[in-house]
């Protein structure tokens, strides 16, 4: 390489490394000290605040309000609140991974239904109560299920509403990541499984949210079978 390409590269190297940081501002790019890394999906990730996620920080505002509305048994007039505030009095006890396949079971059983549909819009992101009145997409299950666990002893920081690219449809989606002692778990609107990130190596994460932080992720370079062979 010629030192005048060289420069080049290093330029690109800058640049290409600016753009994709600049949405997390310059706060928080990295892990904070003394936070165990933890490679949701195999991936590095860079963590900064929340922001330009209109349609994130719309359900947030709107939750803030309504936080704990499934408590109440005797305003829960829908049947389905009904129903969840029955399904959580018989979990609350119960083992983490037997409350994260009980939500799972029972939000899965709304049928998938485009935005198009539901909002007359391409992306909607809904909140609970909107879900549960006229279901959704990936990413409302996710957000259903993300508050729901917040009411049976889950934390909001132990868990991200995470958008990946399906590697074998080739095409969006949205699931939940669930951080455990042990584990991170996956909930998924396409089955009822509740299995390890490590069985979903065919989701390549995008970027991941909960109520205070976004994270982007980048998969680790691969090593060439060139580079390989040299060694």
Known sequence: MTPLRGIYAVILTVLCTACILAPF???????????????????????GKIQKLPKWTRVLDKMKAWKGYFQDAATASHPSKSGWYTLKSQIKDKPDIDKLKAVTKFFNKWPYRLDKANWGVSEYWATPWEFLKKSGDCEDYAIAKFYALQEVGFSGDQMRIVAVKDGIRGIGHAILAVFTADDIYILDNQTIMVLSHEKYKHYIPQYSVNEEFRWMHVAPKKKSTYAKAKK
Do not use: S, V
């Open 25 to 47: 501002g310059r706060d928080g790019i990295a892990l904070a000290a003394g936070e165990k890394q933890r490679q949701l999906l195999g991936t590095m990730e860079f963590k």
